[in-house]
């Protein structure tokens, strides 16, 4: 028996398909369910169905759950019915064509959502994937404790397609009934082919399978052995039926009629119980799979006729290869039916030599058992466990199951930016990809639009149109009012401003786009002119009230004191902001809520971003010091218990101290994130910093509650956020500009990174 690493376990649930529907996954799942439920440590297990459109099936107690396919809600209901059940582990059987959504993508709503660490098995490694199959894949991956492949070959795959570290994966093979060696003979008589030959072919009959290879060697098999019968066992795939009905069965029949032999292959139109399978692999002779494709991992049919120890005929697909290696059995050229008819005629008239493989499969066999298997399984759910039950990698800077891959960051794209804008401005808002006129602009878009404008403005970017940024320029400079000394926000279609005045944070974000602005632009001109409204706008600030507006001020002064060093003025309103944020957090600040307000809002991690930079350009330690630990216990509230980002909802705005609400979540909230990460690995060096920055940017690429991406990276554009069941179809003004926002700082810190042994981490600075 396996020692465990881990015995503790007490509830594991399956996710798959389950008898009695009819598929290999269907077996596969309740083998392995029931073989769990019968090891001797005592742990309770249950299976979550997935029900395919349409049908309805009788299942067993053991099915604790059943999902239909095609509602990603259902997947979400069903992730909180597992957390509410407490489970220890979740194993998915993982196959593409069980879920519902593009490349059934629906199962990532569920995994994303589970507490618990998952196990994932793999019945099929794609070698040359679709994008959408390979983005699926690798998010279950991603999310996944340990990967389970059947074959070495799968391991060979992970590693070079999807580069999972080598730890994480893990090759356990095919599980088999456990049965002992017989010879033929009693199980011939009971089914009726006493006296014949026997050559079988089982499971869920299509195209792939080869069939048609088989018949057509059936005469060459004839010739040296007159009395062999060609039985093939199953029912056609239900996929299949419902596409074309009978048809490829059908054309078999044909087949062996225009060839004469229709009395030696013989059509069972069936799917047996394990009992009267097992009775049918024990009566034959040979076993044939004729498949024609290479890209077979996983065979449930070779493994439990090899189990049985039968001699095995099989073209060299995958598991085939490695599983009939060494004289286990024979391997054929694809679609060569001289072949496979000469070798299997060989076996039929060679009984001693059809024997000896026997033995050699059955031997080797043994550690394929079920109970075996089981035990395998449930060593690597206590490891899974176990780790889960360490503080969080992604928290703490190791990893609870793997760590994971950084995100690479695509080249930005402004085909979408481009699109938003008119001769005004930058739009507010979209209808999907189209421009709302009807929303008008705002100065809180065209600020961020700026701002992206001078970000561009760096080695290995590309710079916007001169005109456009001239264009975000005006639309500041037009929403100035004087004679209020604020900036407008809000202007209609037909030019007209609705508001005299627009709100703090709209003025502090403003002033940001103009610090930075100051100091980055490429046209001198724009500069002067940026810094010289810069200190225009800059009083109206001490009178506000809005933490966040003081964070963006905070983060203009960055670049405005940067080329204004002797404005006395701009440097006493950095200090008065900064002790400002300091205060607000001496007072809400506790134990377990160490945050400025009594409840998280929008933009949260500018907060903590602004103090760390003031901290840094004013050599005081003590906002640096406070920046990062209101960061990091933001970032702990901003991470979804399987470790990827997640944005704080919009339903949870202002609640006192409440567990943050998961959605509406939105694009600015990653964009502050990443930048703010950025800020803090300026100030100690921590390369963790990068990994948390990856993990909110790859919140964009789909590694968040949806498992969806938001963005198309080939425009540039951005949907407006993740509701509960679906993404925001709508791509505005502010989610764009958000995104590639992002994706430039992102890419800065990467470089950054990568030189960053000629910048002086925070304890270089003098206190």
């Known amino acids: 028996m396996t020692s465990f690493r881990n015995t503790h376990l007490k509830n594991i649930a399956l996710i798959g398909n389950s008898l009695p529907r009819r598929c290999g996954i269907a077996t596969f799942t309740t083998d392995l369910q029931q073989a769990i439920s019968k090891s001797p440590v005592g742990v309770e297990t249950a299976i979550v169905a997935m029900t395919d459109h349409g049908h309805a099936y009788d299942y067993a107690a053991s099915v604790w759950l059943q ?35 593009e490349a059934g993508s629906h199962i990532l709503a569920l995994l994303s959502r589970l507490e618990m660490p998952i196990v994932t098995t793999l019945h099929t490694v794609l070698a040359q994937p679709s994008p959408a199959q390979r983005r699926v894949l690798t998010q279950i991956i991603d999310t996944s404790a340990k990967v389970v492949v059947m074959a070495e070959k799968g391991r060979a795959l992970m590693r070079e397609m999807y580069d999972v570290p080598v730890e994480k994966i893990e090759v356990i093979p095919h599980g088999i009934p456990d049965i002992a060696f017989c010879e033929p003979d009693q199980a011939k008589a009971k089914l009726g082919f006493e006296g014949r030959s026997v050559i079988l072919t089982f499971g869920l009959l299509s195209p792939n399978k080869g069939i048609e290879i088989m018949i057509d060697a059936m005469p060459l098999i004839l010739k040296s052995q007159p009395d062999a019968v060609y039985v093939v066992l199953g029912a056609t795939h239900p996929n299949l039926v419902r596409n074309e009905g009978e048809a490829y069965r059908e054309s078999l029949i044909a087949r ?81 039916a001289e072949t496979i008819g000469t070798e299997i005629a060989t076996l039929l008239t060679d009984n001693v030599g059809r024997n000896a493989m026997r033995v050699r499969a059955y031997a080797s066999s043994r550690s394929m058992t079920w109970q075996r298997t089981a035990e395998r399984y449930l060593s690597l759910f206590g490891d899974a466990a176990q780790r889960r039950s360490r503080p969080n990698a992604l928290l703490s800077g190791g990893s609870y199951a793997s760590v994971r891959k950084l995100p690479a960051s695509p080249e930005p794209q402004l085909a979408y930016l481009l699109s ?29 639009a700026l701002l992206l404008a001078v970000a561009l403005n760096t080695p290995g970017e590309k710079l916007l149109p001169e005109p456009l940024t001239a264009r975000f320029a005006s639309f500041v400079q ?79 002064l960055e670049g405005y004191c940067a080329v204004r060093k002797d404005d006395d003025f701009a440097q006493r309103i950095r200090l008065l902001l900064a002790a400002r944020l300091m205060d607000l957090l001496a007072r809400v600040e506790t134990d377990d809520w160490v945050w400025f307000e009594e409840g998280l809002s929008y933009d949260n991690a500018r907060l903590p971003q602004a103090l760390i930079l003031a901290g840094l350009a004013t050599e005081t ?147």
């Not at 925001?728 to 810190?749: I, P, T």
């Open 420 to 448: 938003m804008c008119d001769d005004t401005g930058l739009f507010q808002h979209a209808v999907h990809s189209v421009p709302d006129r009807s929303h008008g602009y705002c100065v809180d878009d065209n600020a961020r």
């Open 256 to 336: 062996a009629l225009d060839l004469g032999i229709e009395n030696h292959v013989v059509f069972l139109d069936q799917f047996v119980d394990q009992a009267t399978l097992l009775d049918f692999i024990s009566m034959c002779d040979v076993y044939a799979t004729p498949y024609l494709n290479e890209a077979q991992m996983t065979s449930g049919t070779l493994a439990y006729s090899f189990g049985l120890g039968k001699a095995v005929v099989s073209t060299p697909y995958w598991h085939a290869r490695e599983l009939l290696a060494d004289g286990r059995g024979i391997l054929v050229p694809f679609s060569d």
């Open 67 to 101: 999902i239909p396919d095609e509602k990603p809600e259902d997947y979400i209901r069903a992730a909180e019915a597992l957390n509410a059940g407490r489970f220890d582990v979740v194993c998915l059987q993982h196959e593409f064509g069980i879920f519902g959504g």
């Open 478 to 556: 037009h929403a100035w009012n004087p004679d209020e000394k604020h900036f407008r926000n809000f202007m209609g279609f037909d030019r007209r401003w609705l508001e005299d005045r627009g709100s703090e944070d709209s003025h502090g974000r403003t002033l940001w786009a103009l610090g930075e602005c100051a100091r980055t632009d490429i046209n001198p001109s724009r500069r002067r002119w940026a810094a010289a409204l810069f200190a225009d706008a800059l009083p109206t600030v001490e009178a506000f009230r809005s933490p966040r507006s003081w964070a963006f001020t905070l983060l203009g």
């Open 621 to 767: 330690t003590a906002y640096v010091a406070a920046g990062l630990k209101s960061l990091r216990w933001l970032m702990k509230m901003q991470t979804a218990p399987v470790g990827h980002f997640r944005a704080i909802g919009t339903d949870g705005f202002g609640d006192r101290r409440m567990k943050p609400r998961v959605f509406d979540q939105q694009p600015l909230e990653a964009t502050a994130t990443i930048a703010a990460c950025h800020a803090a690995w300026c100030a100690d060096r921590d390369i963790e910093w990068r990994s948390e920055a990856g993990r909110a940017f790859a919140w964009f690429l789909g590694s968040n509650e949806l498992s969806m991406p938001l963005v198309d990276p080939d425009t540039g554009s951005c949907r407006d956020g993740l509701h509960p069941t679906r993404l925001n179809e709508n791509r505005g003004g502010e989610s764009v500009v958000s995104y590639l926002l992002g994706l430039v700082e992102f890419r800065k810190l990467s470089r950054a990174i990568g030189h960053s042994s000629t910048i002086a981490p925070l304890h270089a600075l003098r206190a």
